[in-house]
T-cell receptor
Framework: DQQVKQNSPSLSVQEGRISILNCDYT??????FLWYKKYPAEGPTFLIS?????DKNEDGRFTVFLNKSAKHLSLHIVPSQPGDSAVYFC?????????????FGSGTQLTVLP | KAGVTQTPRYLIKTRGQQVTLSCSPI?????VSWYQQTPGQGLQFLFE???????NKGNFPGRFSGRQFSNSRSEMNVSTLELGDSALYLC?????????????FGDGTRLSIL
């Protein structure tokens, strides 16, 4: 039972264009959402997060959008750079019960072409 | 500030053996979580320790166990290893384990079972 889903295993984007990575969740108890970036042979690095009381959070080139009614979030990277090429994981957690543990999606491999 | 340190980085074992992995969290962090990552899967939550107590546990068999020491360092043990245990094992720490705080990951231990 995948509570956090990233349906696109891979995405290729031209340098300078926008990258949009998508994530869906099913557990209504989730109220905190994060994106992590992972390079090969390294651990995931925290990128950006959003609380369920907001619908948008921005940090430089990275913006996360949350649509609670659709149980959907997305990460926008503008402009995309070759150094952004990595696996991106969406994750979610909540304040109670089994939702307390951080639940990850299966990841999307982003390739930014020069 | 030193990051999360995991040792060893690589390990090769045979079926039926047991293994112990080590994790030193960021100084001052009291919560340590362990995850298993296999190809095509996201990070699967194993367990979380806080102040030497297991606070949360994922859906893994009893062969997977862990502990935390008074200095917050943590170890994970897997007994009677199976081929399917081959994976990247990641440790993450946070100050309090509050679900609304990002976790910081180590670079993982790559475990291969022959």
């Amino acid at each position: 039972d995948q509570q956090v889903k990233q349906n696109s295993p891979s995405l290729s984007v031209q340098e300078g264009r926008i990258s949009i990575l998508n994530c869906d969740y099913t557990n209504s108890m989730f109220d905190y959402f994060l994106w992590y970036k992972k390079y090969p042979a390294e651990g995931p690095t925290f990128l950006i997060s959003i609380s369920s009381i907001k619908d948008k959070n921005e940090d430089g080139r990275f913006t996360v959008f949350l649509n609670k009614s659709a149980k959907h979030l997305s990460l926008h990277i503008v402009p995309s750079q070759p150094g952004d090429s990595a696996v991106y994981f969406c994750a979610a957690s909540g304040s109670s019960g089994s939702a307390r543990q951080l639940t990850f999606g299966s990841g999307t491999q982003l390739t930014v072409l020069p | 500030k030193a990051g999360v340190t995991q040792t060893p980085r690589y390990l090769i074992k045979t079926r039926g053996q047991q293994v112990t992995l080590s994790c030193s969290p960021i100084s001052g962090h009291r919560s340590v979580s362990w995850y298993q990552q296999t190809p095509g899967q996201g990070l699967q939550f194993l367990f979380e320790y806080f102040s030497e107590t297991q606070r949360n546990k994922g859906n893994f068999p009893g062969r997977f166990s862990g502990r935390q020491f008074s200095n917050s360092r943590s170890e994970m043990n897997v007994s009677t290893l199976e081929l399917g245990d081959s994976a990247l094992y990641l440790c993450a720490s946070s100050a309090t384990g509050n679900p609304n705080q990002p976790q910081h990951f180590g670079d993982g231990t790559r475990l291969s079972i022959l």
